[in-house]
């Protein structure tokens, strides 16, 4: 009755798992830091990284991010379109919702660029346009994440690329239901600076 639903969950578990690594505790603990979950915004993403004082450290950060939400499509690409989808779905899942930090994770911000990056490259390029343009007018990541991830499911949707936009509409409502704090505080101005150390 649902012949594709084997393929579906392996590729919905495979993301999951992969996007569940949490890169910047991992790197930040190897590096000796302070426990990322006390410092700043208790995030374990690039940008919580950042305020530990360790450019290179955040870099990885955001690229290892990026990249198992690039993976998990690419690899779940190989039984079709659909399963590339779900693949992607559960990569940025695993990385809100982690199982091994119970389920206490990051705001999904490089996985959603790496996502996007693996079902539609001009999808990730519109990303990292507008959240650069964004942040170098505020000088806030959290105002570039919602901006950049509102803009990017119209972009492809207007390109023509459907599925992947639904996906990323759907991704775009997680992270900013992820960012309320966020959007609290810059509300109030008490968000922090992207750089601005703990």
Same mark, same amino acid.
């Given at each position: 009755?649902?012949?594709?639903?084997?393929?579906?969950?392996?590729?919905?578990?495979?993301?999951?798992?992969?996007?569940? /690594?949490?890169?910047?505790?991992?790197?930040?603990?190897?590096?000796?830091?302070?426990?990322? =979950?006390?410092?700043?915004?208790?995030?374990?993403?690039?940008?919580?990284?950042?305020?530990?004082?360790?450019?290179?450290?955040?870099?990885?950060?955001?690229?290892?991010?990026?990249?198992? %939400?690039?993976?998990?499509?690419?690899?779940?690409? =190989?039984?079709?379109?659909?399963?590339?989808? /779900?693949? *992607?779905?559960?990569?940025?899942? %695993?990385?809100?919702?982690?199982?091994?930090?119970?389920?206490?994770?990051?705001? %999904?911000?490089?996985?959603?660029?790496?996502?996007?990056? *693996?079902?539609?490259?001009? *999808?990730?390029?519109?990303?990292?346009?507008?959240?650069?343009?964004?942040?170098?007018?505020?000088?806030?990541?959290?105002?570039?994440?919602?901006?950049?991830?509102?803009?990017?499911?119209?972009?492809?949707?207007?390109?023509? =690329?459907?599925?992947?936009?639904?996906?990323? /509409?759907?991704?775009?409502?997680?992270?900013?239901?992820?960012?309320?704090?966020?959007?609290?505080?810059?509300?109030?101005?008490?968000? %922090?600076? /992207?750089?601005?150390?703990?």
């Amino acid at each position: 009755m649902f012949p594709d639903l084997p393929t579906n969950l392996a590729a919905l578990l495979f993301g999951y798992l992969l996007g569940s /690594i949490p890169f910047g505790l991992v790197l930040t603990k190897m590096a000796g830091t302070q426990d990322l =979950r006390t410092i700043g915004s208790g995030n374990i993403g690039a940008t919580n990284v950042l305020r530990t004082g360790n450019k290179g450290l955040a870099a990885a950060t955001l690229l290892l991010d990026a990249l198992k %939400g690039t993976l998990a499509v690419l690899v779940a690409s =190989r039984w079709g379109e659909q399963a590339a989808v /779900i693949g *992607g779905l559960g990569a940025f899942l %695993g990385h809100l919702y982690p199982v091994w930090l119970k389920f206490n994770g990051g705001k %999904g911000v490089a996985t959603f660029l790496g996502v996007a990056l *693996g079902l539609a490259w001009p *999808g990730a390029l519109v990303f990292a346009v507008v959240w650069l343009g964004v942040a170098a007018l505020t000088r806030y990541s959290s105002a570039a994440a919602l901006a950049a991830s509102a803009a990017t499911p119209v972009a492809l949707w207007a390109m023509g =690329r459907g599925a992947a936009a639904e996906l990323l /509409i759907a991704l775009a409502v997680m992270l900013w239901f992820k960012h309320r704090p966020n959007i609290e505080r810059l509300m109030a101005g008490t968000e %922090g600076k /992207i750089g601005q150390k703990s």
